[in-house]
């Protein structure tokens, strides 16, 4: 409905408005042609009904029709989304003080009555200023129940309209009934339990989208159908919640649960998430529950003090943009008409279905097809670009101010900067999916911020790691060389099941964070804004602050309109609150210029409540308060500030009387008549406030100057926030003032004064100790200043104040009731200077006799003549400093010192302050000096001071002025006064005349002299209470006409009798001689505090005391009486009795009546037990006609032992009992009161003081002198006055006041030092506390950090472990990574000599040392190169222990093994631990063998008989061309003589120490062969030929074949030489069966495998070793036979048939089965057959025996490879 053409006029409601006047001034508007639609509405009226078409606007007259009314209707407007009928509110509750609010349709009976549509004509107000006074309005109300919109707008170029749709909640409208509306959409009830699910939660709003939908669209219908308006920040919560990992540290969660609810508070807010039940979106759905909890329930509690009390808060909008494929019930949401009704049923897992969170205010179902998106879609990235032009209707800065408080001009002219209409997005990345990085992409491109939460997991971490990288070094090396693999790891951590076997979308994944590193940071603008929450100083509590660093951090810094940039700044951080912000991001930069504080950001701190610190920030910054502060503004600051309820209920409602609403507008004249009527009535102050000088101040005309302006406007500001029960703000302000302490007194009074208006016992408490803290600063202030400067101080205290009425401090003090400000020392010294007056008492050393100062007083006022012993005097120039309570020290002659000067100089010098340093006396006297002439100055400069002598009579008059003298003289007189009156008292008879009238006549006079000074202090101290002083003038005026006429008149006319008289006398002087308890005595030190303990005694102590003393004395009187007086008579006299008994009974025991009395005895004998039965004449009573036998004993006592007992029971109770407690009573509460009576009395005395200060100097009756001399001197100025003034009318003279002005300016200027001092001590003061309160916060601080650094010590030992793990595999990986090198150095290394590495001359073992140790999987100790020899130091060398069992040896070796001696002792060792009885039943351990270590052991086998076995534990190595004899370890183990191996033990070998073997290497020339397979010559290579040697396959489980050479293992029970020969026929040919010969020599070796050559074959038929009947065992025989042919060199030439023998090698076998503590060693012969030779003949295959060339890289066990290639060396062969 867009009604351009229509001529539209606006209609200015202003603010103050009545609700009863909006129907005049809507008839004074109406446009009514047709009398008859004026008859209809008038009757509509009074029906109360009205159609739903008033509700429409009407294009063609462009009026907005209102109903006036309550009004019902039936149905909505088809062309607006109108849901059914509800209540409306009437006129005067729909709008007031010019704004509209809720309205609601009244449930009833449909009815369309045709009525008429009243048009209001709208002027001066445009409708967004209407709409944002509702929101305002309505966004204080909950979440729940806030009424939103009930306007709708059309913005044109030349006009706005406004529409009325009736009044829709947003939480409570049906959006399902919008039929017009483009998509599916309505609302979600979701059930929470068994009750009726609509009652349980409240309607939630949804709309289905698809995925191509245009954001323009939804954005749209957002802000129509829902009514929602732009906010002023939207958050978007970026989390996952596939990949969601609950977080372990609760403490963080409800951390970051109250930071969000805190940034919903601080400022309007959407907060977008996933909208699913689980995760981070459950996590924000639980806090915005429980902040939703805690308005109602807060709500509920104002809610009985009144609806005017509800607290407003801010509205909670959480949106959750969730695709529809994800949702468990998403076929529901097809925009049914009565919407939709939900029960969660939980969490389902490893489903990828979700439910939708209820605690969510709206859903936008998202129809996406790609199933695969899951939660990232696009149209939540184009709504969140779209949000940032905003939603809806527009926000406008402007307000509307109320009548009388700022007119149109006001509007027009405030200089606020143009702000654009840009809603600030940011992202809050919460753990996170992988494809959340294509969410922080889109944010980072389109330049819009993110706050990333480090350590909450996810790609969160993933980022602000590479993010943190990134910055601290930019080199492209750095990122490429370690970050991105660094990256690819974590990635592959943290999501292992997405990318740990996807390569090509890992690396995707990890370009896309880098990608989004990159764009973060453009010129000095950042968009990635890191919070670590791991961190000792992270709080998730100020998430708002950091949200507003990243809004900060992605500005652009141009000098280009900075100032308004400083605006928006300080609008947005004023607005989330955070002062922390404005200081560091605003006020510390160094790059921009001076920051001038705008006056509308000084208003919404003042306004808005908890900004007191901003306050502090702009008044630091040199916000000037009088240049803002009018009277309109002022009156403003009163209607419109934040929660006035304090202010309405207390100040206006119970101590001015009046009935305000809190929304009603104040009234015009309210700060002249309301706010100074209420100041006063609380303070005494009148017209505090002046509005004509606040107005004049704050335009510059002032009326004083600047610097009073600013005292006085910040004094009215202070005073406000104390009234508006603003007291962190009053703190503030009181920080700056010229009068701290002043200004403290005047706001501790003023909380005490509104502390007895509070009912609730909480808010007096506030108020009290809010009173009480006020009372500390101005007393902490003069603690300060008294100790800085005495002098100064007491011109303090007695300087008139002007902007409080003219009273001083200790006058407010004392208004105040602030007794420990005049306690203090520096007002009781001042107290006593004031005191004493002009004059001091001397005092004389008269040895033993010391005369009190009253008398030396009276004395010298009586005498005259002692004045010159006893009393000194103060010079009369100091008179004005004695009113100022400044007055030095004189001289005890008094003399004054005069330099000649002028009087009129002296006179000047009066009227200023004297409160001034010793050089600034000295240079004005300087210029003083330079006025005077040359003779002069020649004059004064030689001239002594005079010292003059004070008159007789001024130094009378001084101390009869002396406040000190009139206490004397007047206590004197008062003496004399009641010795009057106790002569008149006791003069006999009728008394006399003459002392009668005299003591009538004094008693006149001291009330006159009472009358004058009570009427004194009424006119001067309002606030000083005069009801004592009332009551005294009543009682005595009383007492006058009493005395008049009892006594006095009766000299002539008989008017009283004289008992009566003397009655009335006694009365009163009782009277005056009590009033010396309250006038005299109090001044003394010693009499007042305990007058005020006698007080304190009396008004609680004795009181409850009566009380309690009452219940006894009567029931103790009554039935002592009615036991020892049975028959007493009923009269007066024993009411008497009955009262008098018990009462004297505390002091005199009457016991003579208990034993009764003898002469009626025999009268009591005579009442018979029947006499008071009824007879015939009874008539009720027998007492009524008593016999005669009563008579008698009416008023004898009877004695009884019940009379005994109540006598007692009584006395003890009374006795000792209560008068023991009221003793006990007595000392509490002395005990109590004691620390407080003195200062009590202190404060008691200032009273005294002052009364006998403004007393006159004469005491009653001489007053009757100063009465005269007082009228005398009042007509003689009277005449003077009319002289002057008929002088004055004759020549038409004006009266200069140049002069005057001048000492004012001077006054002024001259003051100001004062006001600079005062704001030093305040500021020394505000230090101090701050020091107090830090001292006593740092617990709470020390623990919180505490805390936090347990927590990062805890994160940081896991990260610490985390890295000692992996430095200690890096440290493994670079030990074996060496180890590999190493072993690829020996293989490479061509010097090697058998298998041995030669190490700077040093031959260390290289397979000894490689891992794992063969047929285990343990693995060696690393042991490098260097540290292989023993003689290295290696301290961390720790290797394991090994030692194969012996059930891993064959039978046959198991007889040769040694035991486990490692393994024996740790057994022992155990068992020597252990009990007996722990022993019994174990098996005995084999005793420790003694082994002989280097040394040839033989023992006799005990297998066989007669068989010996040699064990030779000598080492076959040499050394320096001699045997080796190695050492032993610390447990008598030998030590391998080559050098640590990496692991300890015997391990797979047989032997401790060294274990012999003997190898044969038998070698031949490799021979190539035709195609025919003829030999035709041998191979070469290189120019070499190539050598073949036998090789025998090696038994074990290996998976590789491994070949070794032939040979065997030396037990001791063969020689080595025939264990070879053995060996070789059992292993090469296969031969198991033979005839052992355990005796062959070298020379029978030799023989044996000189046989195999190719000649010897051939010649030795006989010894065929082809015939099968020729055996290896007859060989071995053979040679055994021909023993003396054999050779015995150690090498033997070739013979003819070209076998060559020679010993190869003997010594350490670097074998990879050697230990610590156990080694091979070897004897390896070389037998060639250059020739040729026979092996093929009767070499067995099956075994693995076999022919291998001997190649760089031919593969034997252990070094035996080595061995070989020296054996090719020495034949010249390659290798």
């Known amino acids: 409905m867009d009604d351009k053409g229509s001529d539209w006029k606006e209609l200015y409601l202003p603010d103050n408005i009545q609700g009863r006047e909006i129907d005049e001034i809507v008839q004074e508007h109406l446009d009514t042609p047709d009398t008859k639609d004026e008859e209809a509405h008038s009757s509509n009226r009074s029906t109360g009904e009205y159609s739903s078409e008033q509700f429409v606007h009407n294009t063609n007259t462009s009026m907005l029709y209102t109903p006036p009314l309550d009004i019902q209707h039936s149905e909505s407007s088809p062309r607006s989304p109108v849901p059914s009928p509800r209540q409306i509110m009437t006129s005067q509750q729909s709008i007031v003080s010019g704004r509209f609010t809720r309205t609601s349709v009244a449930s009833g009976d449909n009815q369309n009555t045709p009525t008429r549509r009243s048009p209001i004509q709208m002027n001066a107000v445009e409708p967004e200023e209407i709409r944002d006074k509702i929101d305002e309005s309505n966004d204080g109300a909950s979440s729940d129940t806030t009424v939103e919109d009930c306007l709708e707008y059309y913005h044109d170029s030349a006009q706005r309209t406004v529409t009325s749709l009736g009044g829709l909640s947003t939480d409570t409208q049906d959006s399902a009934r919008y039929d017009d509306a483009p998509f599916p959409c ?167 279905l979700y439910e939708l969170n209820p605690d969510h205010t709206h859903f936008i179902i998202v129809d996406e097809e790609d199933r695969d998106r899951m939660f990232f879609t696009n149209i939540r990235c184009q709504l969140e670009q779209q949000f940032q032009y905003g939603v809806g209707r527009k926000r406008h800065l402007r307000r509307l101010f109320s009548w009388g408080s700022d007119d149109q001009n006001d509007i027009t002219e405030r200089s606020e900067p143009i702000i654009k209409n840009v809603v600030p997005v940011v992202g809050l990345l919460v753990q996170g999916s992988p494809r959340g990085v294509n969410h922080v992409l889109t944010y980072l491109n389109d330049k819009m911020p993110i706050v990333i939460l480090k350590g909450s997991g996810g790609i969160a971490d993933l980022l602000a790691y590479a993010f943190e990288e990134l910055v601290e070094r930019t080199d492209p090396d750095f990122e490429e060389h370690f970050l991105k693999p660094e990256l690819t790891r974590m990635i592959c951590k943290v999501y292992p099941e997405d990318f740990k076997d996807n390569d090509m979308a890992r690396t995707e994944f990890r370009d896309k964070i880098l990608q989004c590193c990159h764009l973060a940071i453009e010129d000095e603008q950042t968009f990635l804004t890191i919070v670590n929450t791991q961190g000792w100083d992270a709080n998730l509590k100020d998430l708002d602050k950091y949200l507003l660093k990243a809004l900060f951090n992605c500005e652009r810094q141009t000098k280009m309109k900075w100032r308004e940039k400083i605006f928006k700044d300080l609008q947005l951080i004023l607005d989330w609150n955070r002062p922390d912000m404005a200081l560091s991001m605003i006020f510390h930069r160094d790059d921009w210029g001076k920051v001038k504080v705008d006056k509308s950001l000084f208003e919404q701190a003042l306004l808005k409540l908890g900004r007191e610190e901003f306050v502090e920030i702009f008044l630091d910054q040199g916000f000037q308060i009088h240049k803002y502060l009018n009277h309109k503004k002022y009156k403003f600051l009163y209607e419109k500030a934040e929660d006035r309820e304090f202010f309405v209920s207390i100040c206006l409602e119970k101590v001015l009387g009046q009935i305000v609403y809190t929304d009603q507008a104040l009234n015009v004249n309210f700060l002249v008549n309301d706010l100074n009527r209420l100041i006063f009535k609380l303070l005494g102050l009148s017209d505090f406030v002046q509005p004509y000088e606040m107005s004049m101040n704050s335009v510059g005309l002032y009326v004083l100057d600047p610097a009073v302006a600013e005292r006085k406007a910040l004094n009215w500001l202070t005073v ?125 050393d008269l040895g033993f006799l010391t005369l009190p100062n009253w008398f030396k007083i009276l004395a010298s006022v009586f005498l005259i003549f002692p004045i010159y012993i006893w009393i000194g005097f103060v010079p009369k120039a100091l008179s004005w400093k004695k009113k100022r309570g400044i007055i030095f020290k004189g ?571 490692i393994e024996l002792k740790k057994m022992r060792d155990e068992r020597a631990k252990m009990a007996e009885e722990e022993l019994l039943g174990l098996p005995p351990l084999p005793p420790i063998p003694n082994m002989k270590w280097n040394s040839i052991l033989t023992v006799v086998q005990h297998m066989g008989a007669g068989k010996t076995q040699v064990i030779d534990r000598r080492s076959w190595i040499s050394m320096d061309d001699q045997p080796c004899r190695y050492h032993l370890d610390p447990n008598g183990l030998p030590l391998n003589p080559m050098g640590r191996t990496g692991i300890r033990g015997k391990g797979n070998l047989w032997r401790w120490g060294p274990n012999h073997l003997i190898k044969a290497v038998c070698t031949r020339w490799r021979k190539k062969y035709n195609q025919e397979n003829q030999p035709s010559g041998y191979l070469y290579v290189e120019g070499k030929r190539v050598l073949e040697f036998i090789a025998t396959q090696r038994d074990g489980n290996n998976l590789e074949t491994m070949y070794e050479l032939p040979g065997g293992v030396l037990h001791g029970l063969a020689s080595p030489y025939s264990v070879v020969c053995e060996s070789f026929l059992k292993s090469v040919f296969d031969e198991s069966e033979m005839e052992s010969k355990p005796n062959l020599d070298q020379g029978d070796m030799i023989q044996f495998f000189a046989q195999f050559s190719t000649q010897n074959v051939n010649t030795k038929s006989s010894l065929s070793m082809g015939s099968p009947e020729h055996s290896n065992s007859q060989i071995l025989a053979c040679v055994a036979s021909s023993r003396t042919s054999s050779h015995t060199s150690l090498r033997t030439d070739a013979d003819s048939q070209g076998f060559s023998a020679s010993l190869l090698y003997k010594g350490y076998l670097d074998d990879p089965r050697n230990t610590d503590n156990a080694w091979m060693e070897a004897e390896v012969w070389n037998f060639h057959y250059d020739l040729g030779d026979n092996f093929e003949l009767r070499m067995s295959e099956e075994n693995g025996t076999t022919w291998k060339e001997v190649l760089p890289n031919v593969k034997l066990f252990g070094n035996e490879g080595a061995i070989i290639q020296e054996a090719a060396k020495i034949q010249d062969a390659y290798y």
């Open 186 to 352: 309505g609302n979600i009830h979701f059930w929470s339990g068994p009750h009726n699910m609509e009652e349980t939660t409240f309607k939630k709003h949804y709309v289905t989208v698809s995925a191509d939908t245009p954001s323009e669209e939804v954005a749209r219908f957002m802000g129509t159908y829902w009514k929602m308006r732009t906010p002023k920040i939207v958050l978007s919560v970026i989390s996952g919640v596939k990949h969601f990992r609950p977080w372990k540290n609760n403490r963080l969660k409800e951390q970051f649960q109250k930071g969000i609810t805190k940034a919903a508070n601080t400022t309007e807010m959407w907060i977008i998430t996933d909208g699913v039940d689980t995760a981070v979106s459950k996590m924000i759905g639980e806090a915005i529950r429980e902040e939703r909890a805690r308005r109602e329930c807060k709500q509920l509690q104002l809610s009985h003090l009144g609806q005017n009390k509800v607290q407003r808060f801010q509205k909670l909008i959480v949106i959750g943009i969730v695709p529809k494929n994800v949702i468990t019930y998403s076929q529901q949401f097809e925009g049914t008409e009565m919407g939709i009704n939900i029960k969660n049923q939980g969490i389902r897992p490893n489903s990828d």
């Open 720 to 844: 406000w926030a104390v009234l508006m029960n603003r007291h962190k703000l009053a703190k503030v302000l009181w920080n700056r003032c010229d009068e701290p302490i002043a200004l403290a007194l005047i706001c501790s009074n003023l909380y005490k004064e509104l502390a007895k208006y509070c009912t609730e016992l909480y808010m007096r408490t506030e108020m009290e100790r809010n009173a009480k803290e006020f009372g500390d600063k101005a007393l902490g202030v003069l603690d300060i200043g008294y100790m800085d400067s005495s002098e100064q101080t007491y011109s303090m205290l007695s300087a008139p104040l002007k902007d409080f009425n003219n009273k001083t401090s200790m006058e407010i003090a004392h208004d105040a009731g602030y007794i420990g400000f005049i306690a203090h020392p520096c007002c009781q010294k001042w107290l006593t200077r004031k005191l004493f007056g002009a004059i001091h008492v001397k005092e004389l």
């Open 891 to 1461: 001289d005890s002659d008094s003399k004054v010192v005069d330099n000649n000067e002028s009087e009129t100089d002296e006179e000047d010098e009066e009227n200023l302050p004297t409160s001034k340093s010793l050089l600034q006396n000295e240079l004005e006297s300087f210029k003083k000096r330079k006025k005077l002439t040359v003779r002069r100055r020649i004059r004064s400069a030689f001239q002594l001071p005079v010292e003059k002598e004070l008159p007789l009579w001024k130094k009378i008059y001084l101390l009869w002025s002396a406040p000190i003298t009139t206490f004397w003289v007047t206590q004197t007189m008062y003496f004399c006064f009641l010795g009057l009156f106790c002569v008149v008292l006791l003069w006999p008879t009728c008394g006399n005349f003459y002392l009668d009238l005299t003591l009538w006549l004094w008693t006149s006079v001291i009330l006159i002299d009472l009358v004058q000074r009570t009427y004194t202090k009424h006119i001067q101290r309002k606030a000083v209470s005069l009801l004592g002083s009332c009551c005294e003038i009543i009682l005595i005026m009383v007492f006058l006409m009493l005395y008049l006429v009892l006594r006095i008149i009766p000299h002539w006319f008989h008017s009283a009798d004289i008992l009566t008289s003397k009655v009335v006398l006694s009365v009163a002087l009782i009277f005056f001689f009590y009033r010396l308890l309250g006038i005299y005595l109090p001044i003394s030190p010693t009499l007042g505090p305990m007058l005020v303990r006698m007080n304190r005694m009396i008004k609680y102590d004795f009181v409850d005391f009566i009380r309690m003393f009452l219940v006894f004395m009567i029931s103790g009187g009554v039935t002592i009486q009615a036991i020892l007086y049975p028959n007493y008579p009923m009269g007066i006299d024993l009411i008497k009795r009955v009262l008098t008994r018990p009462l004297f009974a505390m002091f005199l025991t009457q016991i003579g009546d208990l034993d009764g009395d003898t002469s009626c005895s025999d009268h009591y004998q005579n009442v018979s037990a029947g006499f008071c039965t009824a007879d015939v004449n009874f008539r009720g009573s027998h007492y009524a006609n008593p016999e005669t036998v009563i008579l008698p004993i009416q008023k004898c006592p009877y004695s009884s032992l019940f009379g005994y007992l109540i006598t007692i029971q009584y006395l003890l109770i009374c006795k000792l009992v209560l008068v023991t407690l009221l003793f006990a009573m007595f000392a509490l509460t002395i005990t109590k009161v004691d620390n407080e009576a003195s200062e009590i009395w202190k404060f008691q005395r200032y009273a005294l003081i002052v009364d006998f200060e403004e007393r006159l100097s004469l005491p009653p009756p001489l007053v009757t002198i100063s009465y005269i001399c007082i009228l005398v001197k009042k007509i003689y100025n009277k005449l003077q006055g009319c002289k002057r003034n008929c002088s004055n009318i004759c020549s038409c003279r004006k009266k200069a006041k140049t002069d005057e002005e001048m000492s004012h300016r001077v006054k002024m200027n001259r003051r100001s030092e004062d006001y600079n001092y005062w704001k030093k001590c305040s500021i020394d003061y505000l230090r101090t506390q701050e020091l107090e309160e830090e001292k006593e916060k740092m617990a709470a601080v020390h623990a919180e950090i505490i805390t936090n650094l347990q927590e990062d010590m805890r994160l940081q030992k896991k990260n610490m472990k985390r890295m000692s793990d992996r430095i200690v595999e890096l440290e493994r990986t670079l030990g074996s990574s060496r180890m590999y090198l190493e072993n690829i150095y020996h293989k490479l290394d061509k010097q090697d000599v058998h298998g041995m590495a030669n190490r700077k001359g040093q031959i260390i073992h290289v397979a000894a040392r490689l891992s794992p140790y063969p047929t285990t999987s343990i693995a060696r100790f690393p042991v490098f190169d260097k540290y292989v020899p023993w003689e290295t130091t290696y301290d961390v060398y720790d290797p394991k222990i090994y030692t194969s069992p012996a059930e891993k040896f064959s039978d046959e070796e198991l007889i040769y093994v040694d035991l486990d001696i």
